[in-house]
């Protein structure tokens, strides 16, 4: 019994680290797109980069554990069976339980290490990751907004900018609403370029040879347009970004988040995204070992040793879970199910096809 569950574990371990290396680096990949042309065409320093492709990668990484170990499961008891090693352990006398007993622990550990991952590394790094942004925005204005397009993420202002080269910005046009009813103040300008202040959280945006609306006084409604060489107004990207000292559910640790159940229960405010959030960082965890259970069976009865058609559908399956569990997080915070059943209910479901599965091939 040693030596064949020893067989099993050597012949998981490969396709494992094959398979998260190769999740990691599409990902990795992925973010490397998205982040060098910060470095290309924004002038973004390098080192700020790589400190935002490093937080970057923890959030993905959630996935891609349960992922890798499903889909190392589907490749090497596929590749068992389909050589008929399943059948003739079976026909030695040895339960299928005991054969599979490694890789179920394997799932359990990994599974109980994500819980630490998701509770504790996985929003810290995510936050840490939000701040680097904020950094970048701060530092660089430019590098996080996008050419043509309405931009809102400022305090008071909404921009619309036709050209963005580097730090220099052409054809610039600046909204700042005034209220229902009224309308919005205009300050169009033909250039302008971004002062950095990073030390008071704020930018300071020179606009050139262009005109604005000021309200006149005796009527508000009413505007004067005036013409100017120079102008200055200040950005706060701090406060756009979001603060630094507030957090979203999702960057909250699990004591953070239950901290702060307790403080908004006593403001009589729902606690339930912050409950709903509590539950899916820990059933997503218990995912590794959820898919082993479900993995381990079904690699067996389809016998497929192809390691394509095992990917293809280790994606399709773990594309399935992610649904439920999508669908699970929008009943939650819609109040329709309550999130101490709803976070659950992909791992009820994936478990006691397992469930089915594993007794199927013990019985038969």
């Known amino acids: 019994m040693k030596i064949l569950r020893k067989y099993i574990l050597t012949e998981f371990i490969m396709p494992f680290i094959l398979s998260i290396s190769v999740l990691i680096f599409i990902f990795s990949l992925i973010f490397l797109t998205q982040y060098t042309s910060l470095i290309v ?25 349960p992922l890798a170990i499903f889909t190392s499961i ?7 069976s389909s050589d008929n090693e399943i059948t003739a352990i079976k026909a030695a006398g040895t339960n299928i339980i005991h054969l599979i007993t490694p890789l179920i ?19 810290s790094a995510n ?19 996008e050419a043509g397009t309405f931009i809102d993420s400022f305090q008071k202002y909404i921009l619309f900018i036709y050209k963005i080269e580097g730090n220099k910005l052409t054809n ?94 006593h403001t009589g405010i729902d606690p339930t995204p912050l409950i709903t959030e509590i539950h899916k960082k820990v059933s997503l965890a218990f995912a590794c070992l959820i898919l082993v259970l479900i993995g381990c069976p079904l ?12 990917f293809g ?18 009943l939650s915070l819609e109040g329709l199910v309550a999130p101490q059943l709803a976070m659950w209910l992909p791992n009820i479901i994936f478990g006691m096809i397992g469930l089915i599965f594993t007794l199927s091939i013990c019985v038969f």
């Open 172 to 265: 610039i046009r600046i909204y700042e609403p005034q209220g229902p009813g009224k309308p919005a103040r205009t300050i169009i300008a033909k250039k302008g370029e971004f002062i950095s202040l990073p030390d008071k959280g704020i930018v300071k945006l020179k606009l050139m040879d262009g005109s604005s609306d000021e309200p006149n006084p005796n009527n508000p409604s009413m505007f004067y347009k005036l013409n100017f060489k120079t102008n200055f107004i200040n950005l706060n990207i701090a406060k756009a970004q979001g603060s630094q000292v507030n957090k979203k559910p999702k960057d909250m640790t699990l004591d953070e988040l239950k901290n702060e159940i307790k403080r908004v229960n």
């Open 127 to 145: 936050f840490e990751r939000r701040k680097a942004l904020m950094d970048i925005g701060i530092n660089n204005p430019a590098a996080t907004l």
């Open 299 to 310: 690699s067996i009865i389809t016998k497929q040793r192809l390691k394509s058609v095992n």
């Open 74 to 80: 589907l490749w090497s008891l596929g590749r068992i």
């Open 41 to 65: 065409n924004k002038g973004v320093e390098i080192s700020a980069v790589v400190k935002l492709f490093f937080y970057s990668l923890f959030y993905p990484f959630r996935y891609i554990l």
């Open 105 to 123: 622990t394997i799932g359990l550990i990994f599974s109980l290490f994500m819980v630490l991952f998701n509770s504790n590394l996985m929003p």
């Open 313 to 330: 559908l280790a994606l399709v399956i773990f594309g399935i879970y992610y649904l439920l569990m999508l669908g699970a997080n929008a």
